[in-house]
Nanobody
Framework: QVQLVESGGGLVQSGGSLRLSCAAPGFSLDYYAIGWFRQAPGKEREGVSGIGYSDGSTYYADSVKGRFTISRDNAKQMVYLQMNSLKPEDTAVYYC?????????????????????WGQGTQVTVSS
């Protein structure tokens, strides 16, 4: 069973920053698009950002454009989500996931069911 591992969550004040990391111990992320999703209490899981393997394709939800930056280090097999200017509404459990069917991300919203390997999530809490 492939398990991705997220880290870097925590409690931060409004306006602060966090950097989330995603790793896949024992599994290669090569050639796969990676997405970051989040789920707040009582809400559906939503796609926040995605990045292709090597084509430079990225996606950002409108709610995070200009504040979040996704990146990946293929040599280190890591994917990152830099989150700046955090708002209370960013509070959620954040998940990274691998799309083993695609090497690039679509220009539109991430499609949840295309992402088949998931992590257990990391909590991000933004206080006002």
């Amino acid at each position: 069973q492939v398990q991705l591992v997220e880290s870097g969550g925590g409690l931060v004040q409004s306006g602060g920053s966090l950097r989330l990391s995603c790793a896949a111990p024992g599994f290669s992320l090569d050639y796969y698009a990676i997405g970051w999703f989040r789920q707040a209490p009582g809400k559906e899981r939503e796609g926040v950002s995605g990045i292709g393997y090597s084509d430079g394709s990225t996606y950002y939800a409108d709610s995070v454009k200009g504040r979040f930056t996704i990146s990946r280090d293929n040599a280190k097999q890591m994917v990152y989500l830099q989150m700046n200017s955090l708002k209370p509404e960013d509070t959620a459990v954040y998940y990274c996931a691998a799309n083993t069917m695609r090497s690039s991300v679509r220009s539109g919203p991430l499609i949840l069911h295309e992402y088949n390997y998931w992590g257990q999530g990391t909590q991000v809490t933004v206080s006002s």
